[in-house]
């Protein structure tokens, strides 16, 4: 017993010796997304200083962007999620409060940030959906950077990734998913800005990470997160009719009858939006062909 206990040590120190040895490999040839830095350009951002722009910026950070839903009501920071396995997610504290990033951010910070998926230093955020935020107007970016200069200031200094060393490793050899999406951008490339109201509130409202990217259903990357259903008009959701959308989104109960989970699907904030900017979603997607 004792011999065959001895082999299976060596066995497991064999093991355990070449995944250490295939990490590092991989690592030497392939850098972590966690250590890239990007070089993105300082670009100036008009950034208003009245009350309707202030009111526009609550308005996309609430119920369109819904930075709330992981950022905390207040946008002070919040414990977004935890896993026996992968750690605790603490996100950033936005307002000029003691741990918070909006005293040192300027309108070029916000920008690269929510645009790019940048720090302050080039470093690329993990788990922030830049690659939906990149298409904010001007306009609208300087109205959500408004809203959050008028922030009261939240004393929050709890804002890291607590991340086990699996997680870490698991970002490290890319079996993740592009949890830093600054890496699957083209940062020297002219952004677009969608000019069909429907079509630019899909984008920032992240609709297709978990949808797809025709919208035909998919996966958004959270543990344990369910498929994301076709939204496209020969869907089953497009064949209920906009009543039956709208009200999903507003009681965050499906046609169906099921319970949508707002830890996946962020309903409570996209109730929040009116009706025309319903209506306009509704009349995107239903020009949208299945595939």
Known sequence: MKRAGRRVAIALTVVAAVAIGAVALRLALVP???????????????????????????HLSEAVAVCTVCHGDDLGGRL?????????????????GRGGIGAAYDAADWDRALRHGVD????????????????????????????YRSLPPV????????????ARWMIDLGLS???????????????????????YLVEIGGCTFCHGDALTGGRGLEPGAPPGP??????????????????????????????????????????????????????????????
């Open 32 to 58: 972590s997304p966690r250590t890239l830095r990007f070089d993105v350009p300082r670009v100036a951002i008009a950034v208003p200083v009245d009350a309707a722009a202030v009111a526009r910026g609550r």
């Open 80 to 96: 977004a999620f935890e896993h026996p396995l992968l750690g605790r997610g603490y996100t950033p504290n936005l307002t000029a």
């Open 120 to 147: 302050r230093s080039g470093r690329g955020l993990l788990f922030m959906p830049v690659d939906h935020y990149r298409h904010l107007s001007d306009e609208d970016l300087g109205a959500m950077i408004a809203y």
């Open 155 to 166: 004393d929050n200094d709890r804002t890291a990734l607590e991340l086990s060393l699996l």
């Open 177 to 199: 998913g592009p949890v830093v999406r600054a890496a699957q951008l083209d940062h020297s490339t002219p952004r677009a800005t969608p000019g069909e109201p429907g079509a």
């Open 230 to 291: 076709a939204l496209t008009r020969d869907s089953s959701i497009g064949a209920k009719g906009f009543d039956a959308f709208a009200a999903a989104l507003r009681t965050g109960s499906a046609a169906d009858g099921h319970a949508i989970d707002p830890r996946f699907m962020p309903w409570r904030g996209y109730a929040r939006m009116t009706d025309d900017e319903l209506r306009a979603i509704w009349v995107y997607l239903q020009r949208m062909p299945s595939r």
